[in-house]
Nanobody, 123 residues
Framework: QVQLVESGGGSVQAGGSLRLSCAAS????????MGWFRQAPGKEREGVAT???????AYADFAKGRFTISRDNAKNALYLQMNSLKPEDTAMYFC?????????????????WGPGTQVTVSS
């Protein structure tokens, strides 16, 4: 079992930045793919970015060039640096852990989820 807890969400204006953190316990994050997903009201959950067990990142098209995912194995934590935020980035953001080679395109492969942290971007 992996327990995940997100933090760092909040309200920002368009163009601003936020850094999300995910603290993991129970198992080492280095033994899983770790990812960030988001869900806006009335929409399906979608992948934002993942980093696999080898440390290779992958990003959804909307995240490329604006978001950076990173993993700190020593702290057993996952981060998402979000820059140039847009109102359409408003959503609940979730941290998740999955098999060693999972990626953001397959959220159903991720079996462990945090409760989420809200990100609101105003225009």
């Amino acid at each position: 079992q992996v327990q995940l807890v997100e933090s760092g969400g909040g309200s920002v204006q368009a163009g601003g930045s936020l850094r999300l953190s995910c603290a993991a316990s129970g198992h080492l994050v280095s033994t899983y793919s770790m990812g960030w997903f988001r869900q806006a009201p009335g929409k399906e959950r979608e992948g934002v970015a993942t980093v696999d067990g080898d440390g290779n990142p992958a990003y959804a098209d909307f995240a490329k060039g604006r978001f950076t995912i990173s993993r700190d194995n020593a702290k057993n934590a996952l981060y998402l640096q979000m820059n140039s935020l847009k109102p359409e980035d408003t959503a609940m953001y979730f941290c998740a852990a999955g098999p060693f080679y999972a990626d953001y395109e397959a959220p159903t492969d991720f079996h462990f989820w945090g409760p989420g942290t809200q990100v609101t971007v105003s225009s």
